[in-house]
Nanobody, 128 residues
């Protein structure tokens, strides 16, 4: 069974850093797209960052550019989201999403419908 599992959430003060991890069991990274989404109360789920696992091309939302970085360890089937200079507006549940189709992320990296495997999410809370 293919299952992404997130970890690393918690509470931090504004300006701080946090690293989230997503381990995908039952799946080998080849040509695929893994993304991080987030959702806060009364908000739609939005794409934060993504990585094409074959060559490592990365994508980020404008709101996190220069602060968040996505990376991978293929041999561990793990993707990371390094979050720096956190702001209260970054508070949300963060989800790891996997597109099991053999294709890179590309311009459609933040399209929710393309991802067929989702983790349960991890809460990130940033206090001011």
């Amino acid at each position: 069974q293919i299952l992404p599992v997130e970890s690393g959430g918690g509470s931090v003060e504004a300006g701080g850093s946090m690293r989230l991890s997503c381990v995908v069991s039952g799946f080998t990274f080849r040509e695929t797209c893994l993304a991080w989404f987030r959702q806060s109360p009364d908000q739609t789920r939005e794409g934060v960052a993504a990585i094409s696992t074959r060559y490592g091309a990365t994508y980020r939302a404008a709101s996190v550019e220069g602060r968040f970085r996505v990376s991978q360890e293929k041999d561990k089937s793990t993707v990371y989201l390094q979050m720096n200079k956190l702001e209260p507006e970054d508070s949300a549940i963060y989800y790891c999403a996997l597109d099991t189709s053999p294709r890179p992320c590309g311009p459609g990296w933040s399209s929710i419908d393309r991802f067929d495997k989702w983790g349960r999410g991890t809460q990130v809370t940033v206090s001011s």
